[in-house]
C-alpha cells in the first residue's frame, strides 16, 4: 500500500521564523495531500491541503507546495508564533479512501 | 458547527474484556473511520466503511475488531478480547467526500487496558 516519510520528528524554532516539514510518498497516482494540525490533547484538524493540480497553496502564514515529479510535499509556517506549537502530520488517500498519515512532526515554538 | 462526537472520553478495562466505543459522524456525511493513536505515535488507520459495509482495513483490524452502525446516527467500534497494546486514543472521523474531502474527527475515546 501506499507508504508516507516524513520528516523531520521534531523541530525547534524562535518564534518569527520559518519552519519546513517535508512529506515523501511513493504512489504517483496519489492526488490529494493534507495536513493535520494536532495540539496537545486535542483531535487532529485540517489546517491546509493542496491538490495534485497546483504546485503551492497559501493561506496566509501557511502554505503547502508540491512536486509530483519527485514525489514531494512540503509544509512552510512563516513568522511562527507560540500557538503554531503542535503536532503536524503529513496525510493522503491510500489506495481506497482512508488517509494515512505521516510519523508527525512536533514542533516548538520559543518565545 | 456540526461535530462528531464520541462516548466515552475515557475507558479503563481488565485485559480481555470487550470494549465498545461509539461515534456520532456528521449527520450529512456518508464515509465513516476508525483511527487510533498510542500515546506519543502517529495516527494509524483502522477501518472505513460506507454503505452499511467495511470498505477498506488495515492490518491493525484484525478478528478482535469489529465496527457496526446499529442505527441511523452512530457508528461503533468493538473490541471483542481487549489487550494490554490497545491502549490508546481512539479517534472516529467522517467525511462528505471520500477522495478529497476534510476529515472531520472526533475528540477520541482514550482507552487503557489494565
Known amino acids: 500500500g501506499e507508504n508516507v516519510e516524513q520528516h523531520p520528528s521534531t523541530l525547534s524554532v524562535q518564534e518569527g521564523d520559518s519552519a519546513v516539514i517535508k512529506c515523501t510518498y511513493s504512489?504517483?497516482?496519489?492526488?490529494?495531500f493534507p495536513w493535520y494540525k494536532q495540539e496537545l490533547g486535542k483531535r487532529p484538524q485540517l489546517i491546509i491541503d493542496?491538490?495534485?493540480?497546483?504546485g503551492e497553496k497559501k493561506d496566509q502564514r501557511i502554505a503547502v507546495t508540491l512536486n509530483k515529479t519527485a514525489k514531494h510535499f512540503s509544509l512552510h509556517i512563516t513568522e511562527t508564533q507560540p500557538e503554531d506549537s503542535a503536532v503536524y502530520f503529513c496525510?493522503?488517500?491510500?489506495?481506497?479512501?482512508?488517509?494515512?498519515f505521516g510519523k508527525g512532526t512536533t514542533l516548538s515554538v520559543s518565545s | 458547527e456540526p461535530e462528531v462526537t464520541q462516548t466515552p472520553s475515557h475507558q479503563v478495562t481488565q485485559m480481555g474484556q470487550e470494549v465498545i466505543l461509539r461515534c456520532v459522524p456528521i449527520?450529512?456525511?456518508?464515509?465513516f473511520y476508525w483511527y487510533r493513536q498510542i500515546l506519543g505515535q502517529k495516527v494509524e488507520f483502522l477501518v472505513s466503511?460506507?454503505?452499511?459495509?467495511?470498505?477498506?482495513k488495515s492490518e491493525i483490524f484484525d478478528d478482535q475488531f469489529s465496527v457496526e452502525r446499529p442505527d441511523g446516527s452512530n457508528f461503533t467500534l468493538k473490541i471483542r478480547s481487549t489487550k494490554l497494546e490497545d491502549s490508546a486514543m481512539y479517534f472516529c472521523?467522517?467525511?462528505?467526500?471520500?477522495?478529497?474531502?476534510?476529515?472531520?474527527f472526533g475528540e477520541g475515546s482514550r482507552l487503557t487496558v489494565l
Open positions: 493542496i491538490r495534485s493540480n497546483v
Open positions: 472521523a467522517s467525511t462528505g467526500d471520500r477522495n478529497t474531502g476534510e476529515l472531520f
Open positions: 449527520s450529512n456525511h456518508l464515509y
Open positions: 504512489d504517483s497516482a496519489s492526488n490529494y
Open positions: 496525510s493522503l488517500p491510500q489506495a481506497g479512501t482512508a488517509l494515512i
Open positions: 466503511f460506507y454503505n452499511n459495509e467495511i470498505s477498506e
